[in-house]
T-cell receptor
Framework: ELKVEQNPLFLSMQEGKNYTIYCNYSTTSDRLYWYRQDPGKSLESLFVLLSNGAVKQEGRLMASLDTKARLSTLHITAAVHDLSATYFC???????????FGTGTSLTVIP | DAGITQSPRHKVTETGTPVTLRCHQTENHRYMYWYRQDPGHGLRLIHYSYGVKDTDKGEVSDGYSVSRSKTEDFLLTLESATSSQTSVYFCAIAMYSGGTYNEQFFGPGTRLTVL
């Protein structure tokens, strides 16, 4: 059974601090995606990582992929309240567009 | 938003009744997907389609059927709804770029409650 595990599941952090969300998956995949979801809303695509060593940055968020370790990280730099949301990672191991999602990390940034 | 709409956006129904959810896209995307989202489970794939009349099962397909008679519409049917199918349902499309399908974009979701 393919598993995609995120940790932490819940994260409360102060504004201005740095933190990392981890996404581990149990089967080989060269493709990993990060999404953001605000309460009651749909998913918004953040990053598409398509090869080992891929690193993408957008504002205060940076995502990386280590396919050998089956690990992706989402690093938050100098958090601001607007980053409060739930973040999901997803893998597409057979490149058949069957995404498998992690359970999500609920991030709350406290002023 | 990749031109995806879902209808209805909210629905309350009773156990045992049939329910059909509609996903409509305006940009001629080949791949379409239905997911359900439940607390503690993230999103799980129900069914997907790779073209008109071409569909396949996902991770949690029991109790669901789908149809795609036109490129733009992908229907999800609960033949006899049960309380365990209370969930938020998202439709998605896969974007084609760089010679492959990769990134998925999601519709606004349908909140279904089965009493």
């Amino acid at each position: 059974e393919l598993k995609v595990e995120q940790n932490p599941l819940f994260l409360s952090m102060q504004e201005g601090k740095n933190y990392t969300i981890y996404c581990n998956y149990s089967t080989t995949s060269d493709r990993l995606y990060w999404y953001r979801q605000d309460p009651g809303k749909s998913l918004e695509s953040l990053f598409v990582l398509l090869s080992n060593g891929a690193v993408k940055q957008e504002g205060r968020l940076m995502a990386s992929l280590d396919t050998k370790a089956r690990l992706s990280t989402l690093h938050i730099t100098a958090a601001v309240h607007d980053l409060s949301a739930t973040y999901f990672c997803a893998v597409d191991p057979w490149e058949g567009n069957q995404f498998y999602f992690g359970t999500g990390t609920s991030l709350t940034v406290i002023p | 938003d990749a031109g995806i709409t879902q209808s209805p956006r909210h629905k309350v129904t009773e156990t045992g009744t049939p329910v059909t959810l509609r996903c409509h896209q305006t940009e001629n995307h080949r791949y379409m997907y239905w997911y359900r989202q439940d607390p503690g489970h993230g999103l799980r794939l129900i069914h997907y389609s790779y073209g008109v009349k071409d569909t396949d099962k996902g991770e949690v397909s029991d109790g669901y059927s789908v149809s795609r008679s036109k490129t733009e519409d992908f229907l999800l049917t609960l033949e006899s709804a049960t309380s365990s199918q209370t969930s938020v349902y998202f439709c998605a499309i896969a974007m084609y770029s760089g010679g492959t399908y990769n990134e998925q974009f999601f519709g606004p979701g349908t909140r279904l409650t089965v009493l």
